[in-house]
């Protein structure tokens, strides 16, 4: 187990730019969420796969940000044309359903991106 | 969703003390309760978690106390060491997304 791997660790780009981030889930795990956190703020919920299929999209996410997971391995967040304001800590967590409701989160190191 | 509200913002305890934190919520469809630690630089790690079928759960020197019909829960760090220094966040799962609370800084000094 060598824990949800997120690439890069830093981004910074110049508004109107557009930056895609990697995240390697835990690899039996079968969910694999994206999550957005700001200064001082909790992790604010982005989208959510269950294996390949993305079943939920947070009205936070705006058409400029696609997400895929092919193969149901790992993951993809894309934002296009990116504003200051998308500037932020972007964490991405795996977990493995059992069916109890106790899946436990798992959450990477996150990729800062700071737009400038 | 409905908002996780926690309290305080910042928290300073001496070593050897007991840290409190406390998270109340509206949503009564809430069904699962983790509390996450956060270090600088790192992503959330998974603390404790209770589900609202339980008042309490300790696990070493971490507990979380429930009360249902105030939808409120708390975490407790008893004999809090300088090692807990980090930022607290309480959660509320509804469906299969958490709602996250701010957080709370909590600094243990020696």
């Known amino acids: 187990d060598t824990g949800v791997s997120q690439d890069p660790r830093h981004k910074i780009t110049k508004r109107g730019q557009n930056v895609t981030f990697r995240c390697d889930p835990i690899s039996e795990h079968n969910r694999l969420y994206w999550y957005r956190q700001t200064l001082g703020q909790g992790p604010e919920f982005l989208t959510y796969f269950q294996n390949e299929a993305q079943l939920e999209k947070s009205r936070l996410l705006s058409d400029r940000f696609s997400a895929e997971r092919p193969k149901g391995s790992f993951s993809t967040l894309e934002i296009q044309r990116t504003e200051q304001g998308d500037s932020a800590m972007y964490l991405c967590a795996s977990s493995f359903s059992t069916g109890t409701g106790n899946e436990k989160l798992f959450f990477g190191s996150g990729t800062q991106l700071s737009v400038l | 969703q409905q908002q996780v509200k926690q309290s305080p913002q910042s928290l300073i305890v001496q070593k050897g003390g007991i840290s409190i934190i406390n998270c109340a919520y509206e949503n009564t469809a809430f069904d699962y309760f983790p509390w996450y630690q956060q270090f600088p630089g790192k992503g959330p790690a998974l603390l404790i978690a209770?589900?609202?079928?339980?008042s309490e759960k300790k696990e070493g020197r971490f507990t979380i106390s429930f009360n249902k019909s105030a939808k409120q829960f708390s975490l407790h760090i008893m004999d809090s060491q300088p090692g807990d220094s980090a930022t607290y966040f309480c959660?509320?799962?509804?469906?299969?997304?958490?709602?996250f609370g701010k957080g709370t800084r909590l600094s243990v000094i020696a």
């Open positions: 209770i589900r609202p079928d339980v």
């Open positions: 959660a509320a799962r509804g469906g299969l997304t958490l709602v």
